[in-house]
T-cell receptor, first 116, second 115 residues
Framework: DVKVTQSSRYLVKRTGEKVFLECVQDMDHENMFWYRQDPGLGLRLIYFSYDVKMKEKGDIPEGYSVSREKKERFSLILESASTNQTSMYLC???????????????FGSGTQLSVL | AQSVTQPDIHITVSEGASLELRCNYSYGATPYLFWYVQSPGQGLQLLLKYFSGDTLVQGIKGFEAEFKRSQSSFNLRKPSVHWSDAAEYFCAVGPPWGSARQLTFGSGTQLTVLP
């Protein structure tokens, strides 16, 4: 069974802490994504990576950075956590294109981050 | 710029009743369209998607969706809802060349199912 695994289901951090969210996929996908999910706002793309060490900013990259040193692993970093970064964070992976019938985004189960 | 609107924040239906969740999109050409479902504590799972061809798309769990170009809509339907369908549903729109990077999600519709 294909999987996208996020290392933590729940995290509680303090303002100013450096936070690492880890994501691992076992499908050899080129693309990996970090989304933020907030009530009433749906999913918003934070960062996207299309290859090892390659990344692109998404729609809301401010306050975040990412790292992709290996194809299967994509990390989201909050350099100095703030209360407005309290949210659900979803990792996803996909092949380069979604055009064929069976291609889609595969999602992890999410990390609920609370910043106090 | 592309966008997607899910007008209903929350819908409540009785078990066994029919369901229709609305999705309207804005895009200059024929986009590709998705419906995802998120059960409590879970990530998003693809229900179905539309690229081209038949405008009525069949998905998993008995769901279907109809692409209506004239109305810029891609509504999700199910003839008889089960209690296990209670979840949040997301519509998404993307460009016809299939770029996952350019996928835009709606704000979601929360479905409650009454016994």
């Amino acid at each position: 069974d294909v999987k996208v695994t996020q290392s933590s289901r729940y995290l509680v951090k303090r303002t100013g802490e450096k936070v690492f969210l880890e994501c691992v996929q076992d499908m050899d996908h080129e693309n990996m994504f970090w989304y933020r999910q907030d009530p009433g706002l749906g999913l918003r793309l934070i960062y996207f990576s299309y290859d090892v060490k390659m990344k692109e900013k998404g729609d809301i990259p401010e306050g975040y950075s990412v790292s992709r040193e290996k194809k299967e692993r994509f990390s989201l970093i909050l350099e100095s956590a703030s209360t407005n970064q309290t949210s659900m964070y979803l990792c996803a992976s996909s092949p380069p294109s979604l055009q064929s019938t069976n291609e889609k985004l595969f999602f992890g189960s999410g990390t609920q981050l609370s910043v106090l | 710029a592309q966008s997607v609107t899910q007008p209903d924040i929350h819908i409540t239906v009785s078990e066994g009743a029919s369901l229709e969740l609305r999705c309207n999109y804005s895009y200059g050409a024929t986009p590709y369209l998705f419906w995802y479902v998120q059960s409590p504590g879970q990530g998003l799972q693809l229900l179905l998607k539309y690229f081209s061809g038949d405008t009525l798309v069949q998905g998993i769990k008995g769901f279907e969706a109809e692409f209506k170009r004239s109305q810029s809509s891609f509504n999700l339907r199910k003839p008889s809802v089960h209690w296990s369908d209670a979840a949040e549903y997301f519509c998404a729109v993307g460009p016809p060349w299939g770029s996952a990077r350019q996928l835009t999600f709606g704000s979601g519709t929360q479905l409650t199912v009454l016994p």
